[in-house]
Every structure is written in C-alpha cells, then in structure tokens.
C-alpha cells in the first residue's frame, strides 16, 4: 500500500501519522510537502493535525490554497481515500472537500485530553474496523474544534449517515457535558456522500499502542489498510 502524508508549515502530527500508518501497513509512508503540486499513484492521503500556517485568518484557510491541495482535491474526485484529522479536518472543510466549518471552542481555550467517541457508522474504510455504537477513548488537542454547519446540512449528515463519530459519555450517552467543544450535534467526524473521505477532530494516530496508554485509534489505520490491500 502507498500512502502519503501532506505537509504543511506547522504540522506538528506528520510524524504521529507515518508512524501509525506504517505500523498498520509495514510500508513507509511518503512526505509530500505542501508546496509539491503533483503526486505519484497513491492508495490512501493522510493530511495531518497542527497548526499550519499558524492558524491565521482561520484555522486551515491558508493552507486550503496551498499548491497540493488541488491535486489531493482530484485524487479525491477519483477516489482515492482522504484522511483529515484535527488541522486536516478543519483544511478539508476549507477546500471543500467536507461540508461545514470548525470554530472556536464554545469555552474559548485550547482543550487537550481524552474524549470518548461513539462510533455511529461502520460503511468506510476508515470506521468498518469498529462496531457501531462501539465506545472509543481518544485524544483531543485543538483550539477550533468546534464544527459548525446549517440545519440543511446537518440534516442531511444526518440523513445519509455520514456522521462518523460523535463525542459521548463512557457509557455511550450523547449529552451537552460529553461534548468538549460545542460541536453541532456532539459531531467529532463526518464523511463525504461517497464516503472515501474522513476529517475528524479527535486523533486516532496517537492512540495506536498500549506504549501510548490505548489502542483505540488502531482499528481506523488496521482496517484501511485491510480494505486498500485485499
């Protein structure tokens, strides 16, 4: 399996991502740097967690009109996966690729600890390593995590089920304590309508190893893998 790793001035969880996606794998992922306008044959994208660009104007919106991102946006269009998470998911909002936008925390602080997360749906590549209303412990780290859209969309997420994770107790109870930072619906994930795009706000990569104190985000890379490679 080929993957590659998009890189952006502030990513601070590249690094995080090829570990998890060569454990998984056994392949090491490519870097590409955010400025490369072209990419070789690839199996899966990875756009990764950080702050790029330093979060300026919003979080995302400058590297959403960095060179690569067109390119990523076609290989998309063509299917191949995309995987967001946390500055990727805010990135992939910020080019269209993903519906709605992500704000400011409801609290207005950087929040970072473990949530927990239900798995709502298990039709991707990303999610069918799981069983749906499976509980899942998961890191969260961001400032703008806060995913906001209109009533039609939300609507619409909802219909197609194409919300992937929602912020819950550890008991699987959807309530406005559970949810960290305010997102419409408990929202933590959602999926395109064809459903070979994930952007997520909590970081699966970094929950992979007991090393690491859990291996719940293990499953998401596991299962990509399985499904890109047989």
């Not at 756009?47 to 919106?61: C, E, M, Q, T």
């Not at 690569?68 to 500055?87: D, F, H, S, T, Y």
Request: hydrophobic share 40%; proline share 5%.
């Amino acid at each position: 399996m080929k993957a590659a790793i998009i890189v952006f001035p502030g990513s601070n969880c590249d690094r995080d991502m090829q570990v998890a996606i060569r454990a998984a794998s056994g392949q090491e992922p490519i870097m590409v740097w955010h400025k490369d306008t072209e990419l070789p044959q690839l199996d899966l994208i990875a756009v990764p967690g950080g702050f790029s660009y330093g979060d300026y104007l919003r979080s995302g919106a400058i590297a959403a009109h960095s060179p690569i991102m067109k390119e990523v946006a076609e290989r998309a269009a063509m299917g191949v996966p995309v995987l967001g998470i946390c500055n990727g998911f805010q990135i992939l909002t910020e080019t269209g690729l993903l519906p709605g936008a992500l704000m400011r925390n409801a609290g207005l602080k950087y929040i970072c600890r473990d949530v927990w997360l239900k798995v709502e749906q298990t039709h991707s590549i990303f999610t069918r390593g799981y069983d749906k209303g499976q509980i899942i412990r998961v890191p969260i780290a961001h400032h703008d995590g806060n995913y906001f859209c209109d009533d039609v969309t939300v609507n619409r997420l909802e219909d197609q089920n194409r919300i992937a994770f929602r912020y819950c107790e550890s008991d699987g109870s959807v309530s406005d304590d559970a949810n960290p930072n305010g997102s419409r619906h408990n929202i933590a994930g959602i999926l395109n309508r064809r459903k070979n795009i994930l952007g997520m706000m909590p970081h699966p990569e970094r929950l992979i190893s007991s090393t690491l104190g859990g291996s719940d985000g293990k499953a998401m890379f596991d299962s990509a893998v399985t499904a890109l490679t047989s």
